[in-house]
T-cell receptor, first 113, second 115 residues
Framework: KNEVEQSPQNLTAQEGEFITINCSYS?????LHWLQQHPGGGIVSLFM???GKKKHGRLIATINIQEKHSSLHITASHPRDSAVYIC???????????????FGKGTKLSVKP | DGGITQSPKYLFRKEGQNVTLSCEQN?????MYWYRQDPGQGLRLIYY???????QKGDIAEGYSVSREKKESFPLTVTSAQKNPTAFYLC??????????????FGPGTRLTVL
């Protein structure tokens, strides 16, 4: 079964800490997305990547295609970064809704002041 | 401002009633999606549409129906056949999907509670 695994499930950090959230998947993908969901429920797309590394402000996303693994890093974390971070992949071949996104369960991040 | 709107934010219905959730986008996107989110689970795809007057079932389409009569609108009806309708529903849109995929833009969601 093609699944997306995220770790950790929950993460508490002190303001200023460097944070890493991990995502692993099982077979070949065409793209990987990192999303942010705030307590109100709305979701914002942070990154879409298929190789290498992308950076936006204090956020960095990396992907290792050979290891089927991606990480989302937050530098100098701030309480406003508190949210659920979701990894989603588009598998090359998936028996269900082919080509659609498969989502991880999310990592709940809480940054304390 | 371009974006996706969903209404209402909170919706309460009695068991056995059909209910329609609204989703409108002004991003000129061809593709639209409906997802369901339950506590402790990842988002699951209900239906998607890549073009007007066409839509496809997702992974959990049973008990739901959709229409795509206009490019900007993709309403979702939760029917009485849906056994566990209480959930958070998210609508999304993207440009027409290429082999590598495209970024999806999400609406604010509708929290449906069936009493």
């Amino acid at each position: 079964k093609n699944e997306v695994e995220q770790s950790p499930q929950n993460l508490t950090a002190q303001e200023g800490e460097f944070i890493t959230i991990n995502c692993s998947y099982s077979v070949g993908i065409s793209a990987l997305h990192w999303l942010q969901q705030h307590p109100g429920g709305g979701i914002v797309s942070l990154f879409m990547l298929s190789s290498g590394k992308k950076k936006h402000g204090r956020l960095i996303a990396t992907i290792n295609i050979q290891e089927k693994h991606s990480s989302l890093h937050i530098t100098a974390s701030h309480p406003r970064d508190s949210a659920v971070y979701i990894c989603a992949v588009r598998y090359v071949n998936y028996g269900g809704s082919q080509g659609n996104l498969i989502f991880g369960k999310g990592t709940k991040l809480s940054v304390k002041p | 401002d371009g974006g996706i709107t969903q209404s209402p934010k909170y919706l309460f219905r009695k068991e056995g009633q059909n209910v329609t959730l609204s989703c409108e986008q002004n991003l000129n996107h061809d593709a639209m999606y409906w997802y369901r989110q339950d506590p402790g689970q990842g988002l699951r795809l209900i239906y998607y549409s890549q073009i007007v007057n066409d839509f496809q079932k997702g992974d959990i389409a049973e008990g739901y129906s959709v229409s795509r009569e206009k490019k900007e609108s993709f309403p979702l009806t939760v029917t009485s056949a849906q056994k566990n309708p209480t959930a958070f529903y998210l609508c999304a849109s993207s440009t027409r999907r290429t082999s590598g995929g495209s970024e999806q833009f999400f609406g604010p969601g509708t929290r449906l509670t069936v009493l």
